[in-house]
């Protein structure tokens, strides 16, 4: 950790309290080829956790014993006399939840709101009922949160944890943030674009109100680990506070050989622990997306089947994003002593959220995460190495509630080799949606923000080109401003493009179709595949298939979905994963009061499917690939090579011409949620862009 420029540097704020020395990476560590045999000799069975009344007569003691709690005083002096703070604390040592309760308790910043942003909607909803429960009051009280689709905040609220995104999205009706009195921007070594923008916008409304002579902004940036120097530069010299101290050591290993499969390694580790582990010590494993884990709980549980009695009993239960919250909710249940919880996520548990009970972290090294390509046009969701940052923030996981092992199935030289920092998303992402909030935001010259990452040159032009073909933006006096479309598409918490299929719908009959299609491509997969039961799920899906493409299908299965109400037999019969369908279904309704609104026509297509394509086609043209002569297809834009996934309905199908949702880069580039349409829709909806690019359509 660099603490070069910070003009202030307050090393003991607290004290260690380990209660034992941390085993660091060089220290003597016991052979890891024991910890990865291949004997799965174990057992387990699923039970539901329950919250036990335990662990509300601990919760002060816990908080008396947090590191943070012996820096209280201190804190408080810093915090008051501060305009902009960087707090630098151990993953564990309780700034989250700890922090805001300080400021409120304290009088500082009583004058407004208290803001604390997370990066994920599971964070800010989990920590905020953390909190609510700390300060004995009814969450959405005193204590409340935001996020996507989801408002629990009240008059009364003054502690408000929120996701980055829905604080930018207050920005860009209020620049100066006038609700707020304090903003903690936490977890900012993720660095997430919408994080990035908002130390852009939270600078500039704090030297605002102190030029108009308004409210004071204080600005708080929080991390277990960052770039110290760049942040504390970009904020002007701010001074830069150490809260040194952990609760609990915690113990790393790393494997002898580089592990050709990790998710091998990964169940091999599990049933490893399970082996030798006491049943109350449970288990956090990462790995990197929805398909993945579900596939690894089922393996999972079916060994826990087969191993032989007498052993511990296990509980397998996924965490991803998409989960809807009363299932994410259920890692936070205390499990009984004798049954190990396993929990399988996604680096959604890598910050800010105590799992209670987890002493063994399994960290796979890997992430899945979206690059972008400015020069090709490719944006490709791939599974890639993590930084050295989000080794660290996953190992934390382990020592939150006592001392901790975790096992890194990776070898101390390739971790050696890990960046030292995640790439800022804002520089590997397409910035379509980022310029458009920074025009809706008013920004004089987008060009020029002053982001604490610049993005490059080529990336924002080529963003700034796609919003000009959907017709969001137009260049008027040497500058770029947004047009009557982008301000709309600007109101929809949504990618530029599905705005604008929205926006444009009424032009074709089909909003109330638009909507359902645009709800489900907003969630995760509503369709449950289970890899035992292949023949079945394809005779069962055979109703609902549509030749027409993914887009049509799933309108099929939402349909009837609402014609039979929500009945869990039709969800298991139909093979339907029946909690993403009720999000895909609240998505809906809060996009619905937004086209209301802005006096969208809400008219059915009714059976007339091709009007709905002819729309998307209008929208999503940008995401267009063509058939090729060897029976290949390639993008219209790039010419890039893809293929179809192997989860479309049109695997086996070869239409000339198809729009799809996202390319995923596995074997090779695949491209998911199709949907066929004309290569004349195509034409049609920007026609000097395709004129020069579609060989069946002459300009």
């Known amino acids: 950790m660099t603490r070069g420029v910070a003009t202030e540097c307050v090393r003991h704020v607290a004290t260690c309290l380990a209660p034992a020395r941390s085993v660091s990476p060089m220290d003597n560590r016991p052979p890891p080829a024991k910890k990865f045999k291949s004997s799965l000799s174990l057992c387990g069975q699923k039970r539901e956790n329950v919250f036990t009344h335990e662990r509300e007569r601990e919760m002060q003691q816990q908080r008396r014993e947090l590191p943070i709690c012996r820096a209280r005083g201190q804190l408080i002096t810093h915090l008051r006399q501060r305009e902009t703070l960087i707090l630098i604390g151990e993953t564990g040592s309780g700034k989250t939840t700890q922090i805001p309760q300080y400021l409120y308790e304290a009088g500082i910043g009583r004058q407004g709101i208290i803001a604390i942003t997370q990066p994920r909607r599971m964070a800010a909803i989990s920590l905020a009922a953390r909190v609510a429960e700390e300060k004995k ?5 005193l204590i409340g949160y935001t996020v996507r689709f989801e408002d629990l905040t009240s008059d009364q609220s003054k502690i408000k944890f929120l996701t980055d995104g829905m604080l930018l999205r207050e920005a860009i009706g209020d620049p100066l943030l006038r609700r707020y009195s304090v903003v903690i921007l936490d977890e900012a070594h993720e660095r997430t674009v919408h994080t990035d923008i908002l130390f852009g916008i939270v600078k500039a409304a704090q030297r605002k109100r102190k030029e108009l002579h308004k409210l004071p902004l204080k600005v708080i940036v929080m991390s277990a680990t960052m770039d110290v120097d760049l942040f504390s530069q970009y904020f002007n010299g701010a001074p830069v506070l150490y809260l040194e101290g952990r609760q609990h050591s915690i113990q790393i290993f790393y494997t002898k050989k580089p592990q ?17 582990a006491p049943p109350w010590h449970n288990i956090l494993v990462f790995l990197t997306g929805q398909e993945e884990i579900e596939s690894m709980s089922r393996t999972c549980r079916e060994i826990a089947k087969h191993l032989p009695q007498g052993c511990a009993q296990m509980t397998v239960l996924p965490l991803y994003a998409s989960l809807p919250h009363p299932q994410q909710l ?9 049954c190990r919880k396993v929990i399988l996520s996604t680096n959604i548990a890598e910050t800010s959220v105590t799992i209670p009970g987890i002493k063994y972290v399994v960290d796979t090294g890997m992430v899945k995460a979206k690059r972008y390509t400015p020069e090709s046009g490719l944006e490709v969701l791939a599974v890639q190495q993590v930084s050295k940052a989000q080794a660290w923030q996953r190992t934390g996981r382990a020592g939150r509630e006592h001392a901790g092992i975790c096992y890194r199935l990776y070898t101390e030289d390739e971790f050696e080799k890990f ?12 910035l379509a949606t980022v310029m458009l909030h920074l025009l809706a935001l008013r920004i004089p010259n987008i060009l020029t923000f002053d982001f604490i990452s610049k993005p490059s040159p080529d990336a924002m032009q080529a963003a700034i080109e796609q ?6 933006v137009e260049h008027k006096e040497s500058q770029i401003i947004l047009t009557a479309m982008g301000k709309k598409m600007a109101a929809f918490p949504l990618e530029p493009r599905f705005s604008k299929t929205l926006l444009l ?14 709800s489900l491509l907003s969630v995760d997969s509503v369709l449950y595949n289970p890899h035992v039961k292949q023949d079945e799920v394809h005779s069962v899906r ?20 609402k014609n039979v109400g929500a009945h869990k037999e039709w969800y298991k019969e139909n093979f339907v994963n029946g909690r993403n369908m009720t999000m895909a279904s609240q998505v809906r309704r809060q996009l619905r009061e937004i086209c209301v609104k802005f006096g969208v026509r809400l008219e059915s297509s009714r059976s007339d499917t091709g009007n709905i394509r002819r729309c998307l086609a209008h929208a999503l043209f940008l995401n267009a690939a063509e058939l090729q002569p060897d029976g290949t297809y390639a993008t219209l834009d790039t010419r890039q090579h893809v293929a179809i996934h192997p989860s479309s309905v049109l695997f086996h199908c070869k239409p000339s011409y198809v729009l799809y949702n996202e390319l995923l880069h596995t074997s090779k580039c695949y491209m998911r949620d199709l949907c066929v349409v004309d290569a004349e829709w195509l034409y049609e909806a920007a026609p000097e862009y395709f004129g020069r690019k579609l060989k069946g359509v002459k300009s």
């Open 505 to 518: 719908s009424p032009e074709f009959h089909c909003a109330e179709e638009i909507l359902t299609i645009v």
């Open 260 to 276: 050709s499969d990790y998710l091998h390694a990964s169940l091999v580790s599990i049933f490893q622990i399970h082996q030798e």
């Open 542 to 561: 055979k109703k609902f298939i549509s030749s027409e493409g993914d887009h049509m299908t799933l309108l099929n299965i939402y349909q009837a979905f």
């Open 137 to 141: 009051t009814e969450l959405g009280k």
């Open 467 to 472: 919003l000009e073909l959907l017709g969001a």
């Open 330 to 338: 259920r890692i936070f249940q205390l499990g009984q002593k004798d």
């Open 419 to 430: 960046l030292n920092m995640t790439v800022p998303e804002i520089q590997r992402c397409n």
